[in-house]
């Protein structure tokens, strides 16, 4: 069965701090997709990035990265020089595909609190 | 705006009482999704609609909840018989499956309360 946690319940940083939020998975298939998502305080999830179980290359995206190592099967999430306005709740999740259609999971979340 | 639309925003509601929401996906999107979050919760799946068919349901889910999405577009959600546990909020998401997979865009979500 498939399966995210996210182990750091809270974090909270000050302003410009980096920030590393962990994701660790099981899953028993080969082909699956990753998935990091924000939930701020107004309450929208927002999609921040999709990655698939072949393409382990790092990911940069202005002061956000994402470091996805099969070895260890996490798919860690880091914001660099945080701001006050990154202070949310970020959910990791895992999608996979099968003959049955797909399933669609979400670990329970890191509240991320920044600081000024 | 083009995104994902849900109504009502909130709904209160007695114990025992029937209750329906409708989500709106974005335009052309064929898939479409229902989950519920609960206070401190990840989103928890319910189901999910390629276009008009429903493709899978969790095992989770009572009997009362049931969900369609007759014409492939708008979907709605109708818990029968509502109960304090009910309580949660409701979130809706599309998405364009291309090869497999997807990227899922969320509504802003209904919150139920069951008094």
């Known amino acids: 069965a498939q399966k995210v946690t996210q182990a750091q319940t809270e974090i909270s940083v000050v302003e410009k701090e980096d920030v590393t939020l962990d994701c660790v998975y099981e899953t028993r298939d080969t082909t699956y997709y990753l998935f990091w998502y924000k939930q701020p305080p107004s309450g929208e999830l927002v999609f921040l990035i999709r990655?698939?179980?072949?393409?382990?290359q790092n990911e940069i995206s202005g002061r956000y990265s994402w470091n996805f190592q099969k070895s260890t099967s996490s798919f860690n999430f880091t914001i660099t020089a945080s701001q006050v306005v990154d202070s949310a709740v970020y959910f990791c999740?895992?999608?996979?595909?099968?003959?049955?259609?797909?399933?669609?999971?979400f670990g329970p979340g890191t509240r991320l609190s920044v600081l000024p | 705006d083009t995104g994902v639309s849900q109504d009502p925003r909130h709904k209160i509601t007695k114990r025992g009482q029937n209750v329906t929401f409708r989500c709106d996906p974005i335009?052309?999107?064929?898939?479409l999704y229902w989950y519920r979050q609960t206070l401190g919760q990840g989103p928890e799946f319910l189901t999910y609609?390629?276009?008009?068919?429903?493709?899978?349901k969790s095992r989770l889910l009572s009997d009362r909840f049931s969900a369609e999405r007759p014409k492939g577009s708008f979907s709605t959600l109708e818990i029968q018989r509502t109960e304090q546990g009910d309580s949660a909020m409701y979130l809706c998401?599309?998405?364009?499956?291309?090869?497999?997979?997807?990227?899922?865009?969320f509504g802003p979500g209904t919150r139920l309360t069951v008094l």
């Open positions: 999740a895992l999608s996979e595909v099968d003959n049955y259609g797909q399933n669609f999971v």
């Open positions: 609609f390629q276009n008009e068919a429903q493709l899978e």
């Open positions: 990655r698939n179980s072949f393409d382990e």
């Open positions: 998401a599309s998405s364009l499956e291309i090869g497999g997979s997807d990227t899922q865009y």
């Open positions: 335009s052309e999107h064929n898939r």
